[in-house]
Structure formats: structure tokens, C-alpha cells
């Protein structure tokens, strides 16, 4: 537990004129640890409650100071929003798709921010209106809706929303025959329903107030108090995380707990979702997941298989452990198994080779056939299967240059059925190249490398590149169309995106090898891949971009710190950045989740090693690029004040006179502002400072 010792005062120093950054009051904090004291000058800037006028004050100073200096760059920021949108289809709608024996789409009109959400007892049949988001959304500067379900007998839908972006979620159940809002509302909620099968009751996740971790299991009777709502399950392990599910039969409900490195799993009869059994006890470097179709489980594990593999019980088997599984495919070296979906004859595998998430089929017979791809780097991903009696199975396929293509494939015939491609007015895909590169790491290790530039572009070392990455949790990066990205591309700016260690492109060990006390592995690749790319003639030395986002966030800063020449300017969105006093503090969201993804710093080695590479720890006084660095008031992931900290602290010690602009978006969370085009709008913001540090012409000539 981290203690905090107070020392001084001073207030902040407020910008002179509208071009001189604003400079935070150094007030000395003392941070301790098990391991060490460390002073913090800026750890004032913390306030729980946003309301501090001091703290707020210097964010409205970091805004005006950012408005100031991007004045003049208004007119690119609105050509490059209105391009963007230029190359999104406005009434665009969703491929509909069936459960329990209705048609269900989502819908955008011109203009809105936000669809509707209708269903249909046909396809050809008239529409119910189930949710009109844009008028939710009314008077409110964030709205997001971010899970429904319906009943089993079709009649109520759930769902949770929030009007904050904190992710503090509000349950709320109406009737679609009469759209009349039942007087059940459930406050401070993940966003995770089930519905059991009485049609009355309802499973949901508490959270805990303080650190917002789902940590409790609760059953809730429409009709009645929510203070008289049933616990049924409570994870007493600050570590682990929940959720809840019905499976693909819809025959039981499940709650899943998992951690980094372990998962458990117990399921009940939906129509008594009360006897809970475990299916395989919890064991540290244990994972698993099960779900439930044509009478069998099926469940994705790691045991003795590092890669995972998928293996089957039967329904008597239920409570007898890992004694009972059977395997259905082999473990590999090479095929990471990463999600899969049971039907009643077979089951669809998401699998990742050769860095390339692609997609099989496994039938009863345990023959293996892989969906056709024709592209070298790209993604396939199982879509919406809601229907275990179906014989086809949709899936999305797309590249850096190819939008996003719904299909089915037939599970018997192995056949394709394009259902469609989703719509960029404007854009033509042959006009653009996309590549599969390898660079080598600085310890020999091959790095995929996913590129896209437009045709014409000469590779002779001069254009402008734009590198971004991730790395982190295990969480794989793949190549998909963004027509935000598009009107760089058309400025001749080449786009790479670093599959690098500590997410699980290449497998489990891509992740173990770039996590805990290898994570500095996930900045080197990052800046050998810069450097491979220089060298390979993709871009110019002085004219790279580099940007991530949370844990990408910290990638920029760790790289910005390790090699700030390479890279002429760093674009940081709510990074972690401050990770040693974030990882001692258990009551912030995330912590306690995340010891075995960056150590546990009361342990000397981990503390030691984190402090080795947290951005914040290690900013000095050297010269640094030009920087963006975004936030969120309200961000439950990345608490503002890490960003807030790291840039005052680069505004005392940085030489260069490089800008350094910071934006603390004052009504929005972790993703930024709610809407469909409202982050494209932001996003035009730091893609003209970009463009503009990297010497592109707003008209890209």
C-alpha cells in the first residue's frame, strides 16, 4: 500500500502570453515503497473528485496553451476531418443477423452520431425501433450503450449505459411491445447481463466504488428492491476480473474469473442459475475457457499445451475436472488458438500463424480446413454466430487496403458467400499496397511488420512514416481499412504497424517474452522496427511519426526516453506512463488486476526493473521530439493525472524547444468523447500537429 508524505506549497504558475506553456508548481511529495522513497513534485496534480480548482485550472492553462499553438493549423485539422468523413458512408447499417428467432441491426441515419438499434421478425418484415441512441444521447456529452440482452421470451431487453465515461455503468430494462422503462435501474454496474430463463431474473456485476472492479455476482428479481438482490458469487481475489455469459446453446449461464496467468469458470442450469460448478479449480499458469453446444463442452486451454489447444467433455463430466477432457486438437509451436465458437457438428476456430489471424473449421470427424485468404498480411475474425444449429459460420475478413468484408462460409463445402463490404465512398483499394515485413530485432528476433502506402510513393528514403504499435496484455494489432487513415496515405505518409513482443501475434511466447521483466523487448522492437524501416528505404530518418495509445502510451514513452533522435514526432493517447506509482497504489482501477502483466513493485525485482523504463521516472534533461499528448478527465484506465504529470515534468527538465502539446478532454473517459465522428474530429486535431512536424503540405504535395 502506497503512503503519501506531504511537503510545501506553491501555486501554479500560469502561462504568460497565449504562446508560453504553462508551468505546474513543483510541490515535493514523497512516495514510499518497501523498496525505496521517491520524490514527486507533481503528484499534487492527483484529485480523486475532479474538483480541484488548482489542479483544473493548470488542465484549462494545458488547453488554451494547446489551442494557441494549433490556431494556425485549424484549416488543415478541418480538411482532414472533412475528408475523413468524406470517406464514411453516413446511413450505413449492419449486416442483420438471427437469434432465438429474430432479425437484429443496428442503423445510421446521416449525420448521427450514434445508430438505432431495431429488430425484425423476418428480414423482409417491418422494423422494431429498440433503441434510438441519437435521442438517448440528447444532453448528454458522453453516451455510450455498451451491452443489451434480450429475454428469452423476446418480450424485455437489458441493457447498460453511462453518461460519464468513467465506465461506471446504469442497468435499465424496459418492455418492447409498449418501450415503457421499468422502474429497475441498477447503478455502478459492469456492462455484462444475463437473463435466466424465468424471464424475471437478472445477472449482473457489482462494482466496487472505490477501485471500480466487478468483484460480486448478483441476481436481481424485476419488481423488486435492488437491496434485495441475491449474491451469488463473490471473488474475494483482487486479482481476477469477471464476467458473465449465457452459452452459444443458451443451456447455461457461466461466471468466468480470470487473471493474467489463470482462469476459473463455473456454470449453472440458465433455468437455475444458482448451483454453480466449477469446472477446473484455479492453478497459477492455468488458463482455460469453456462454452457449450451439440450436447458437449468445449473448452479453449493452455494445460500442457503453451500455444492452447481445444479439448471436450461431456455433460456428466461437468464436475469432474480436467480428468474427464478429451483433446480435439493438437498443441503446436507454430498455431496459436486464440477464440473459437461451437455449432452443434462442428466448431470455428480463430487461430494466429505467421502473424496472420486466420480462421478453420474442426468437424466431428476432426478434419481441419482452413478459410482462404489472398493477401499477405491480414485479419479474419468470427463475427455474430448467435445459432448453434447453423451450417454456415459468418466472419469478417479485411487488410490494411481491403475494408472490412463480412462473409459466411459453408462449414460442409468449405464455400464463401460475400454478405458485405463495408462501404469507404472514395476509396479504391487498388491504388494502395500493402506488405508483410520482417525486421530484426537487436537479439536476432524476427518482428512482422504490417505496411501500407499508396501506389507512386517512392521507396528512395524521403517520405514521411507513420509507425504505431501496442504491445501489450497479449492483445494482438491487425491490419483493417480506418478512413481516418486514409488522407494520410494520400499525402504520400507511409503507414506501418509493429506487431511487436507482448502482444500474441506469434504466439504465447510472443506475449511472455515482452511482459513482467522482458517488457523492455516491446520498446526495443518498437525502435528496431523504426530503424529497419530507415534503412529499408521506407522512410526518411528525420520524418518518422511514432503514436500509442494506454499501454501504447507507455511505449511512446519509454521510447521517447531511450531514443527520442529517431523520431520526429510522438503522438501519446492516455498513456500509462507513471507505472511504479500507479502499481504501489491497489486502490486505483486496474491495479491489483495487473501484477503479473508489469510485477508487483513491493517486489525489489520488479521494482527495480519497472523504475528502469516508467516514462515518468526517467524523463531528463536531454533533447526530446515534438509531442501530443492526449487524456481523458474522467478516465477510469489511465488516470488523467499520469499524462498530466509526465508532460509537466518534460516541460521542467526537457532542452529541446520542440512543441509539447497536452489536451485533457474534460468530458470524456478512456476512449475519448462518445459519437461516431466526434473521434474523428479529435483525431484531425493531432494529425495536423503530426503532419505538420513531419513537413507534409496540407494538400499533401
Request: aromatic share 10%; net charge neutral; with cysteine.
Amino acid at each position: 500500500m502506497m503512503r503519501l508524505m506531504v511537503a510545501g506549497a506553491a501555486m501554479i504558475g500560469v502561462a504568460a502570453t497565449a504562446q508560453e506553456a504553462p508551468r505546474a508548481a513543483k510541490k515535493p511529495y514523497q512516495v514510499t515503497s518497501p523498496n525505496g522513497v521517491r520524490e514527486d513534485d507533481y503528484y499534487w496534480l492527483r484529485d480523486d473528485s475532479r474538483k480541484n480548482p488548482e489542479m483544473l485550472a493548470y488542465l484549462n492553462a494545458e488547453n488554451s496553451y494547446a489551442d494557441a499553438r494549433l490556431a494556425s493549423l485549424k484549416p488543415l485539422q478541418a480538411r482532414l476531418y472533412e475528408e475523413t468523413v468524406s470517406h464514411i458512408k453516413q446511413d450505413d447499417s449492419s449486416v442483420p443477423y438471427r437469434d432465438n428467432g429474430w432479425w437484429y441491426q443496428t442503423r445510421f441515419a446521416t449525420g448521427a452520431d450514434y445508430p438505432v438499434v431495431e429488430r425484425r421478425r423476418a428480414p423482409d418484415a417491418p422494423a422494431e425501433l429498440m433503441f434510438d441512441q441519437p435521442a438517448m444521447a440528447k444532453g448528454h456529452s458522453f453516451f455510450a450503450l455498451s451491452e443489451w440482452q434480450v429475454s428469452p421470451d423476446n418480450k424485455l431487453v437489458a441493457w447498460a449505459e453511462d453518461v460519464v465515461g468513467r465506465r461506471q455503468y446504469v442497468l435499465k430494462v424496459k418492455d418492447l411491445a409498449t418501450g415503457r422503462v421499468l422502474s429497475d435501474t441498477i447503478t455502478n454496474v459492469e456492462p455484462n447481463i444475463v437473463w435466466a430463463d424465468d424471464n424475471r431474473t437478472l445477472l449482473y456485476i457489482a462494482k466496487d466504488p472505490v477501485t471500480l472492479r466487478g468483484y460480486r455476482v448478483m441476481a436481481h428479481v424485476l419488481g423488486t428492491p435492488v437491496s434485495a438482490d441475491r449474491l451469488l458469487y463473490e471473488e474475494k481475489d483482487d486479482t481476477f476480473q469477471m464476467g458473465i455469459m449465457r452459452t452459444m446453446d443458451d443451456r447455461y449461464a457461466c461466471i468466468t474469473v480470470q487473471s493474467t496467468v489463470s482462469d476459473e469458470q463455473r456454470c449453472a442450469p440458465a433455468g437455475d442459475p444458482t448451483r454453480f460448478t466449477v469446472l477446473a479449480p484455479r492453478a497459477r499458469e492455468f488458463r482455460y475457457s469453456a462454452d457449450h453446444a451439440g450436447g458437449r463442452w468445449v473448452i479453449r486451454t493452455n494445460r500442457a499445451a503453451k500455444n492452447y489447444k481445444l479439448v471436450t467433455f461431456a455433460d456428466a463430466q461437468i464436475a469432474g475436472g480436467v480428468a474427464g477432457w478429451q483433446d480435439l486438437t493438437r498443441p503446436s509451436d507454430s498455431v496459436f488458438i486464440e477464440d473459437f465458437k461451437p455449432f452443434d457438428g462442428f466448431v470455428a476456430i480463430n487461430q494466429r500463424e505467421g502473424g496472420n489471424r486466420m480462421i478453420r473449421l474442426l468437424d466431428a470427424q476432426g478434419r481441419s480446413t482452413a478459410v482462404e485468404a489472398d493477401e499477405p498480411a491480414y485479419q479474419m475474425a468470427l463475427s455474430v454466430n448467435e445459432e448453434p444449429g447453423a451450417r454456415v459460420v459468418r466472419y469478417s475478413y479485411g487488410s490494411l487496403k481491403t475494408p472490412t468484408t463480412t462473409y459466411e462460409v459453408d462449414a460442409k463445402t468449405g464455400a464463401r458467400r460475400v454478405l458485405k463490404v463495408a462501404p469507404v465512398p472514395g476509396y479504391d483499394p487498388a491504388n494502395y499496397v500493402t506488405e508483410r515485413l520482417w525486421a530484426p530485432a537487436r537479439d536476432g528476433t524476427r518482428i512482422p511488420v504490417s505496411v501500407v502506402y499508396k501506389k507512386g510513393v517512392a521507396r528512395d528514403g524521403t517520405a514521411p512514416l507513420f509507425q504505431y504499435s501496442y504491445g501489450s496484455y497479449g492483445i494482438s494489432m491487425d491490419p483493417a481499412v480506418d478512413a481516418g487513415r486514409i488522407a494520410l496515405l494520400d499525402r504520400g505518409v507511409v503507414y506501418a504497424l509493429a506487431h511487436i513482443r507482448g502482444g500474441q501475434e506469434m504466439g504465447r511466447g510472443w506475449y511472455d517474452d515482452g511482459h513482467l521483466l522482458n517488457k523492455k523487448n516491446s520498446f526495443t522492437d518498437f525502435i528496431d522496427v523504426t530503424r529497419y524501416l530507415v534503412a529499408q528505404k521506407y522512410g526518411a530518418k528525420d520524418r518518422v511519426a511514432a503514436m500509442g495509445g494506454s499501454a501504447g502510451g507507455l511505449l511512446m514513452g519509454a521510447v521517447a526516453n531511450m531514443a527520442p533522435a529517431d523520431y520526429k514526432v510522438i503522438v501519446a493517447q492516455v498513456p500509462f506512463v507513471d507505472v511504479v506509482t500507479t502499481m504501489l497504489d491497489a486502490s486505483i482501477p486496474l491495479t491489483t488486476f495487473e501484477y503479473d502483466e508489469w510485477g508487483n513493485p513491493a517486489q525489489k525485482p520488479f521494482y527495480d526493473y519497472m523504475l528502469s523504463y516508467s516514462p515518468y521516472d526517467n524523463v531528463a534533461a536531454k533533447a526530446y521530439p515534438a509531442m501530443f499528448v492526449g487524456t481523458g478527465l474522467w478516465d477510469s484506465q489511465v488516470q488523467y493525472y499520469e499524462p498530466a504529470k509526465w508532460v509537466a515534468r518534460l516541460r521542467e527538465r526537457k532542452t529541446d524547444s520542440n512543441p509539447l502539446l497536452f489536451r485533457t478532454n474534460m468530458e470524456a473517459g478512456h476512449g475519448g468523447k462518445s459519437g461516431r465522428f466526434e473521434r474523428y474530429r479529435q483525431n484531425a486535431e493531432w494529425q495536423a500537429f503530426m503532419l505538420d512536424q513531419l513537413g507534409v503540405a496540407p494538400d499533401g504535395k
